[in-house]
């Protein structure tokens, strides 16, 4: 009987550590991630029709300045049906989730 899991085969103790520190450092961050970062070009490009983030807002209608007009764009009812005709996703949350995943597993080291 195997014990290999799927999805870790090569991992040995100082990949493991290595993983540990890098969630630790990751549980101290008190910073927001930049759109950008947390939407990457390979990211957007890998889920999406676009080349960057910027490009899918802009063709969503996007045309604000501020962390407060990007709030209020995402949370219209308009961001959603978008995001459903042009990505995988059902909507923005889902989108970002994925994003926030994607983000967290390339910062430890996945």
Same mark, same amino acid.
């Given at each position: 009987? $195997?014990?290999? =899991?799927?999805?870790?085969?090569?991992?040995n103790?100082e990949?493991l550590?290595? &993983?540990? !520190? +890098?969630v630790?450092?990751? $549980?101290? =961050?008190?910073q !927001?991630?930049p @759109?950008?970062e947390?939407? $990457?070009?390979?990211? @957007?490009?890998r889920?999406?029709?676009? #080349?960057?983030i /910027?490009?899918l #807002?802009?063709?969503? %209608?996007?045309? %604000?300045d501020? /962390?407060? /007009?990007?709030?209020?764009? &995402?949370q +219209?009812?308009? &961001? /959603?049906?978008f995001?459903? %005709?042009?990505?995988?996703? !059902?909507n923005?949350? *889902?989108?970002q989730?994925? *994003? @926030?995943a $994607?983000?967290?597993?390339?910062w &430890?080291g996945?």
């Amino acid at each position: 009987m $195997s014990t290999e =899991m799927s999805g870790l085969a090569g991992l040995n103790e100082e990949r493991l550590s290595e &993983i540990r !520190e +890098n969630v630790s450092r990751l $549980s101290e =961050m008190k910073q !927001e991630v930049p @759109v950008e970062e947390l939407f $990457s070009e390979p990211f @957007v490009q890998r889920h999406t029709p676009f #080349l960057t983030i /910027d490009e899918l #807002l802009e063709t969503a %209608g996007y045309q %604000g300045d501020t /962390d407060e /007009d990007f709030d209020q764009f &995402i949370q +219209n009812d308009k &961001i /959603d049906p978008f995001i459903a %005709g042009h990505t995988s996703f !059902e909507n923005w949350q *889902a989108f970002q989730e994925k *994003a @926030v995943a $994607s983000y967290i597993a390339k910062w &430890i080291g996945l």
